[in-house]
Structures are given as structure tokens and as C-alpha cells.
T-cell receptor, first 117, second 112 residues
Framework: GAVVSQHPSWVICKSGTSVKIECRSL??????MFWYRQFPKQSLMLMAT?????????EQGVEKDKFLINHASLTLSTLTVTSAHPEDSSFYIC?????????????FGPGTRLTVL | GNSVTQMEGPVTLSEEAFLTINCTYT??????LFWYVQYPGEGLQLLLK?????DKGSNKGFEATYRKETTSFHLEKGSVQVSDSAVYFC???????????FGAGTTVTVRA
């Protein structure tokens, strides 16, 4: 099946620094990738839709200058949390859209745990 | 806007027990409905889906029927196994699988 990886799987950083998270589709090309954020015991919240070669589309309430998304190739999207603060600590999950026999489907990465000290 | 409400966990069951996880939704139009499963240490995987009213999605012994009249998509399995221990997420999308809205997730633990 289609595999999506994320790197790193966890990261700890100091307040004020920037952190980059990579999302890769390993065995397929994805023109569309999605970034989600998940708080403990809560649902996944869609942050933005990343389209290859164009600017990301952010959901209402998500600061685009805070969460920079770059979809530079058909297999890689990156999320950079700029000037991170403790309130940015969360679990970040990406997914990539892929056409299967039964229609379009999202394949999810394993997630990245970010802790900001 | 769209929203999904699912049964709070955690749920603990014995092997071969019957599992039901309730899921109700609010949406404009005619959404597609999904159940995703997340096994420990892995990413979310699509378990089953239904794209229109009265459709039944099924996979790995799990079933869910799209009930428009009750805006529900409850997940059921007749006889669970230890390997079914995971977090289950109900989700919907207005347009195929684009822009998913998720429920909070239900943690299921099956004991031998």
C-alpha cells in the first residue's frame, strides 16, 4: 500500500527556535498533502492543505506565518513551526492524497511529537 | 460547519466480545463517512467508508452503515480479537476524502 513517512518522529526544542517537520510519500506521488494537529485526547484538527507547486491553503484560525508549509516536490511537504512556544507543543500528523482502485484516499504518516520547552 | 461526535473511551473488552462505537455527525449536504484506525506506533489507516445513505462499509469483520435519518455511522464488530486494540476515529468529508473532519477518537483495548 501507499506509505507516508514523517521525520522526525519526536523533537524537543527551546522556546523561540524554529522546527521543521518533513512528510514524504515513499512509493507514490502526491499532489496534495494535508497537515493536522492533535491535542491529547482530542480529535485531529486540519491545519492546512498543501499543494505541490503552489501556496498552502490554511484553515481558519491557523497562523500562516507561524506554520510555514512548503510542498516543493510530489513526494515531500514540510511544516516549519517558527519561533516555537510551549503552546505549540502538540502531535503533528500529515497525510497524502492518492488515487486507489476505489477512489481517492488519504494515507497518513505516523506523526511527530513536538515539545517546546 | 461539519462536526463528528463519537463515543468517549476508553473501552475495554474481552476477546470475542461484541464491539460498538457510536458516531454521529453534523454536516451540510451529503458527506462521505469514514472510520480510521490507529494501531500503536503507526499512522491512521482507513478501515472502511460509505459514500451515500444506506451504504454499508465493511472490512476486517468491522461494519458501519450510513444512516442519514439518524445522522449516524456506528462501528460494529461481532467478535473482537486482541489485535483489534487500537484507537478508532470516525470522520466525514463533504467531497470524497478531501478535508476530513474527525471525531475525538475512541481507545479500544481487547484483553485475552
Amino acid at each position: 500500500g501507499a506509505v507516508v513517512s514523517q521525520h522526525p518522529s519526536w523533537v524537543i526544542c527551546k522556546s523561540g527556535t524554529s522546527v521543521k517537520i518533513e512528510c514524504r510519500s515513499l512509493d507514490f506521488q502526491a499532489t496534495t498533502m494535508f497537515w493536522y494537529r492533535q491535542f491529547p485526547k482530542q480529535s485531529l484538527m486540519l491545519m492546512a492543505t498543501s499543494n505541490e507547486g503552489s501556496k498552502a491553503t490554511y484553515e481558519q484560525g491557523v497562523e500562516k506565518d507561524k506554520f510555514l508549509i512548503n510542498h516543493a516536490s510530489l513526494t515531500l511537504s514540510t511544516l516549519t513551526v517558527t519561533s516555537a512556544h510551549p503552546e505549540d507543543s502538540s502531535f503533528y500528523i500529515c497525510s497524502a492524497r492518492y488515487r486507489t482502485r476505489t477512489g481517492n484516499e488519504q494515507f497518513f504518516g505516523p506523526g511527530t511529537r513536538l515539545t517546546v520547552l | 460547519g461539519n462536526s463528528v461526535t463519537q463515543m468517549e473511551g476508553p473501552v475495554t473488552l474481552s476477546e470475542e466480545a461484541f464491539l460498538t462505537i457510536n458516531c454521529t455527525y453534523t454536516a451540510t449536504g451529503y458527506p462521505s463517512l469514514f472510520w480510521y484506525v490507529q494501531y500503536p506506533g503507526e499512522g491512521l489507516q482507513l478501515l472502511l467508508k460509505a459514500t451515500k445513505a444506506d451504504d454499508k462499509g465493511s472490512n476486517k469483520g468491522f461494519e458501519a452503515t450510513y444512516r442519514k435519518e439518524t445522522t449516524s455511522f456506528h462501528l460494529e464488530k461481532g467478535s473482537v480479537q486482541v489485535s483489534d486494540s487500537a484507537v478508532y476515529f470516525c470522520a466525514l468529508s463533504d467531497w470524497g476524502d478531501y478535508k476530513l473532519s474527525f471525531g475525538a477518537g475512541t481507545t479500544v483495548t481487547v484483553r485475552a
